[in-house]
């Protein structure tokens, strides 16, 4: 009876996750329409069956340099009616199911109150949902490079635990295919798989396997190599760069802000502090 009731607890749980992801991935596609703004560029490329080219996301003059963020969507210029609207958003859906699903298997291998236990698929389930609540968003665009990037970071978060636990690099290699490709989708990336790798082979040295002290190497290189074609690509002919202050000048009071608005950061810093006690102390 007992493994009947935890079968059926899970059913219900993943049960409720799925009807919430079918009707958000409903959502993402419906009325699918090309919209006045930033989405003009498509209008130059994929929705007239031309290649999204690297170029398009290397502006010197603002300091950008990201040119994989929407380079996915050239995959649909290979297939019937990809370069309509709706084709675009499938591919935002998709991004979405691939987002949910890693992370989902990640969550789950992460236990928290025991592998039995009917309480720890409610908490999988409930962080999932707030988590899809927070990144839904950038999937119901075809301008936020951010949707394939939180999709890499998924799937690089998912293969990264599954190497640690193996240490077998078919799982290193799919980890390090999505850190390359994330690095060049979104620039604030190299900074943070550079303090992840870093972090790593700082406090963690002494429990990482070879296969994995090569592995955050390989991490910390790739950052590397990044902000040197950054640096001569575009940081040497910066004039006015983009920036997401959205007109606020002090730095601080635009990080108190950004923390208010994204609160689960208020989480991250109190468990990062208790982490570091655990650690030296």
Known sequence: MKINFIRWN???????????VIVLTFFVVYKANWLFGDQAEWLR???????????????????????LCHFSYNILIYIPFGYTATAHYILNAVSFIIFVIAFIFLLNKIV?????SIL???IVVCT??????????VFLDVIFPERIVVTLLAVFMFFTWKFYKTNKWNYGIIALLCAVYMVYCKEPLFGALLVF?????VLNWKNLSSNNRIFQ???VVNSLIFVILYYFFVYRGIVSPYTGNHGENNWINMSLRMIWGQK??????ILFFFRIYAIFL
């Open 10 to 20: 899970n059913l219900i749980a993943y049960g409720c996750l799925s009807i919430v």
């Open 45 to 67: 490329t994929t929705a007239i069956s031309k290649i999204e080219e690297f170029s398009h996301h290397i502006i010197p003059a603002e300091g950008r340099f990201c040119p």
């Open 112 to 116: 928290i109150v025991g592998h039995n």
């Open 120 to 122: 720890n698929i409610w």
């Open 128 to 137: 999932m949902l707030f988590l899809i609540q927070r990144i839904y968003p």
């Open 197 to 201: 790798a870093i972090t790593n082979l």
């Open 217 to 219: 190497w390989i991490l």
């Open 264 to 269: 689960i950061v208020i989480l991250a810093i």
